[in-house]
């Protein structure tokens, strides 16, 4: 079953172009099924390129998904065409009395700021808090999940010498987990981050249970049952070139920067680089929507509701 985007959004000719199964809005009300209802809080600069990444991984499995898009109310992106913004976003003040059966914080390139000094740091904890009554289960990818970890449990973020770039392998460690079905024992993830959690004090928190782990980069992949969240601290969802897109950025803004490791095949930014993640990301995001699927109720007013 295909993933529902409206018709003019332009992940659907980009998606639909690449062969994963995508169907209009109005296709998708003729089908006598309830889809579910993933909601996407994007606080990524770049919109349309977010939008991609996630609508692919979600987008590849056997269920009809009904894709949101949902903004933070106040902050305004200077990024994203004012345009696009008003025709497939809504702010999360206006969705907020609506139940989700899955939702998606992503990062955003503010890591460098306390989390109480970021300008929608407020209404994040409302929707943060928000998911403990409106969403069956809420994946928070890079600084959202970082966000997300400090919110419920107060762990720390904390500052890197230098910037963890690149592709690292990380560990499968916990093979049993539903949330890890079909994983190799380690894989290859892309990183781009000033910041890091740290495992020891993940391991405190016995609630906590951390499933991918890198000896170079620390945790990666966490669970909170008690929240019914996943926590991600990199990025399957990259495509192949877009650690190539910061490091030119990066590079043209005469910002220093390392060419990032283990990306460029010889570590030859001249070469194209390989994506060697897709898999996995494609397992990750699709073990997660099958676990909602399974468990989340049938009528959405249940949601948060047990």
């Known amino acids: 079953m295909p993933i529902t985007l409206p018709e003019n959004l332009p992940a659907f ?28 809080l994007n606080l990524m600069p770049k919109k349309i390129q977010t939008e991609n990444q996630f609508a692919r991984l979600i987008g590849a499995t056997p269920l009809q998904i009904d894709f949101q898009l949902i903004r933070m109310s106040e902050h305004q992106t200077r990024n994203t065409a004012a345009e696009h913004m008003a025709e497939f976003y809504r702010p999360f003040q206006e969705v907020k009395s609506e139940r989700f059966d899955g939702l998606i914080i992503t990062g955003a390139p503010i890591e460098h700021l306390p989390f109480e000094e970021v300008t929608y ?37 904390h500052m890197l010498d230098a910037k963890a770039f690149g592709c690292f392998r990380h560990q ?3 093979p049993q987990s539903p949330y890890l079905r079909g994983f190799s024992d380690d894989c290859v993830i892309p990183v781009s981050r000033w910041t890091e959690m740290r495992q020891d004090e993940i391991d405190a928190v016995p609630a906590l249970i951390t499933l991918l782990g890198s000896d170079e980069v620390g945790p990666c992949l966490v ?10 601290f990199n990025h399957f969802e ?7 897109q910061e490091y030119d950025r990066d590079v043209a803004n005469g910002t220093p920067i390392n060419v990032p490791l283990n990306y460029y095949p010889d570590d030859d930014p001249a070469r194209v680089p390989l994506n060697r993640w897709r898999s996995h990301a494609h397992l990750l995001y699709g073990n997660w929507i099958n676990e909602i699927y399974q468990s989340t109720p049938y009528d959405l007013a249940e949601i948060g509701r047990g």
């Open 13 to 40: 000719s980009v998606l639909s172009n690449e062969g994963v199964m995508v169907m209009s809005d109005t296709r998708a009300a003729r089908q006598d099924i309830r889809p579910l209802r993933i909601g996407l």
């Open 121 to 157: 740091w407020d209404e994040l904890c409302e929707v943060m808090d928000w998911t403990q009554t409106h969403v069956h289960s809420t994946f928070g990818v890079c600084w959202g999940g970082m966000a997300m970890i400090n919110h419920f449990h107060g762990l720390a973020k």
């Open 172 to 174: 499968n460690l916990a």
């Open 223 to 232: 669970q909170d049952p008690d929240h019914r969240a996943l926590y991600i």
């Open 238 to 244: 990259y495509d192949r070139d877009t650690l190539k």
